[in-house]
């Protein structure tokens, strides 16, 4: 008896075809070391032959940034007992748990700071997700503050805490491994161990500790380079900052020995190099690329080497945050001003 249409194309259960690009549910799309995102090189911002930079366009996950990765980690792990799961999240997290919740059938809310940009909050509730504002900074110093003290409260509650649960991605260790068994090891075959620098921002630092530590095991000579916002006060979102921060705050899955240098970065510097990124390469990526790529550039005429960017995502859910750099850009032109 013949094989049914469904189970030639890819039926429930089957594994991913990447060659033929078939699969039996959206899941299946995210990124690891048989289906890797891009890495592309800088070709006009960075005119150095000697420090090649390539960005690892995290864009190319199904749900638009490199959260994807830890978000089906987290989830696949957690004891939901039909409760909701509820996150906080300056968007991407949020955007990908919601989707990878939608595909399991698991209800999520999401709470989010309100300077977050308007497109990001659209996409969660077109999502389904219920969306809670909290005014707060971009990254509270506090675990008990704004978005993270109103997820804190809803699980701690005697009165909530049985109708939610919360992967907590500044503590659960697969935010680590999710980067450690995919981004690190697609790193390391796309550039063929070449790879000398590695830079990613600081957020919940599951990216910089999962791909430092498999790289640093792979070469110890390779450098991690971190960067943070230079102000708690930015406009960065997914960004942290931790100098200063007090040990009993910073993000418990940080693991500081793989990192060598911590550099910071100025909100002007971030929006210029993402609009110079742009406009000189043809990639349009989110004011957090513009952050870490301003700190590899400045490697760039400083010696030798292969640098992976990591890109988080891209410009189109920061368009409001963009749009307003832009009327500044007109502002300062109408002026005769550079």
């Keep these: 008896m013949g094989q049914s249409n469904q189970d030639r194309v890819g039926g429930k259960g089957k594994g991913p075809d990447h060659k033929l690009k078939v699969y039996s549910d959206i899941i299946q799309l995210i990124a690891g070391p048989d289906n890797p995102t891009p890495l592309v090189r800088l070709n006009r911002v960075n ?72 497109e990001k909050k659209v996409m969660l509730r077109f999502l389904g997700a219920k969306v809670t504002e909290a005014d707060d900074e971009l990254c509270p110093l506090f675990p008990t503050e704004g978005a993270r003290g109103l997820v804190n409260a809803l699980i701690g509650s005697p009165k909530t805490r049985d109708s939610y649960v919360s992967p907590n991605q500044y503590e659960n260790e697969m ?20 790879v000398t620098h590695f830079f990613a921002g600081l957020g919940t630092c599951g990216t910089i500790t999962g791909v430092g530590r498999y790289l640093k095991e792979q070469n110890p000579q390779i450098k991690v380079i971190a960067i943070e916002p230079s102000s708690p006060k930015h406009r960065l979102p997914g960004m942290k900052r931790i100098t200063g921060l007090s040990e009993e705050f910073m993000p418990k899955i940080l693991d500081r020995s793989v990192i060598d240098e911590i550099l910071e970065v100025s909100d002007e ?22 952050a870490i790529l301003h700190v590899a550039l400045r490697h760039a005429g400083s010696g030798t080497g292969l640098a992976v960017v990591i890109s988080p995502d891209d410009a189109f859910k920061y368009a409001s945050f963009y749009q307003e750099v832009l009327q500044a850009e007109s502002a300062r032109a109408r002026k005769g001003k550079p």
């Design 47 to 118: 005119p150095s032959e000697d420090f090649q930079i390539y960005l690892k366009l995290e864009r190319y996950n199904p749900f638009g940034s490199v959260k994807d990765r830890i978000a089906y980690e987290m989830l696949k792990g957690l004891e939901t007992g039909g409760r909701t799961v509820v996150e906080p999240s300056s968007g991407n997290t949020g955007i990908a748990l919601a989707c990878v919740a939608n595909a399991m059938g698991i209800p999520v809310e999401i709470a989010i700071p309100k300077m977050v940009p308007e």
């Design 175 to 194: 935010n680590v491994q999710a980067h450690y068994r995919s981004t690190g090891p697609e790193i390391w075959k796309q550039t063929r161990g070449g």
């Design 269 to 290: 510097d971030a929006y210029d190099t993402a609009l110079e990124l742009a406009r000189k390469e043809g990639i349009a990526a989110g004011p957090t690329t513009g």
